[in-house]
């Protein structure tokens, strides 16, 4: 398997301009997470999925966020519209249900100017 | 607020050494308190994780010491190499580790040849 996909591995956009960050999970895992790490404020759980069902988005941190996962196998995180201080590493992470080892992908470097 | 800290923020440690990282939690929800381990431009990796039931695991050079009283837990590197040279994220998760994890701001470690 190859692991988590995140794509793109790099993005740079205009402050103001729509965000859409995407993740493939490993095939079979039943749950998907979106963490965000910052120096300033480290790794965060923003929001995580079960059965492709939205759990938990309280880490969202504004209505700007938003996450779907409309099948198992593909989950997108948008921010719109984007601002300089969204500049982060994004990292989605699935989870299979037979054990608590979440596997993190290569992460989304945002950068906002 | 932050509910799991963690110290040293860095920490230098000679080869063949021991390296030790410490970490406090407030959530007594907590169960389930894995380590990861993150190398430049990649995603946290598991590297090892305890449960409440017990005071310590051990894996290879890799210990990790819980104390439920004291809400504390600590991660033993015995033998450090350069290869182990990364930065260390301690974790905490309620429902055994499918609420996603809350993380400490993480130590980066440097052992010296």
């Known amino acids: 398997d190859a692991g988590v996909i995140q794509s793109p591995r790099h993005e740079v956009t205009e402050m103001g301009q729509e965000v859409t960050l995407r993740c493939k999970p490993i095939s079979g895992h039943n749950s998907l997470f979106w963490y965000r790490q910052t120096m300033m404020r480290g790794l965060e759980l923003l929001i995580y999925?079960?059965?492709?069902?939205?759990?938990?988005d309280s880490g969202m941190p504004e209505d700007r966020f938003s996450a779907k996962m409309p099948n198992a196998s593909f989950s997108t995180l948008k921010i719109q519209p984007s601002e300089p201080r969204d500049s982060a590493v994004y990292f989605c992470?699935?989870?299979?249900?037979?054990?608590?080892?979440?596997?993190f992908g290569q992460g989304t470097r945002l950068t906002v100017v | 607020q932050q509910q799991v800290k963690q110290s040293p923020q860095s920490l230098i440690v000679q080869k063949g050494g021991i390296s030790i990282i410490n970490c406090a939690y407030e959530n007594t929800a907590f169960d389930y308190f894995p380590w990861y381990q993150q190398f430049p431009g990649k995603g946290p990796a598991l590297l090892i994780a305890?449960?409440?039931?017990?005071s310590e695991k051990k894996e290879g050079r890799f210990t990790i010491s819980f104390n439920k009283s004291a809400k504390q837990f600590s991660l033993h590197i015995m033998d450090s190499q350069p290869g182990d040279s990364a930065t260390y994220f301690c974790a905490a998760s309620k429902g055994g580790g499918a609420d996603g994890l809350t993380f400490g701001k993480g130590t980066h470690l440097i052992i010296q040849p």
């Open positions: 305890i449960r409440p039931d017990v």
């Open positions: 992470a699935s989870l299979p249900g037979w054990n608590t080892e979440a596997f």
């Open positions: 999925f079960n059965n492709n069902v939205p759990i938990d």
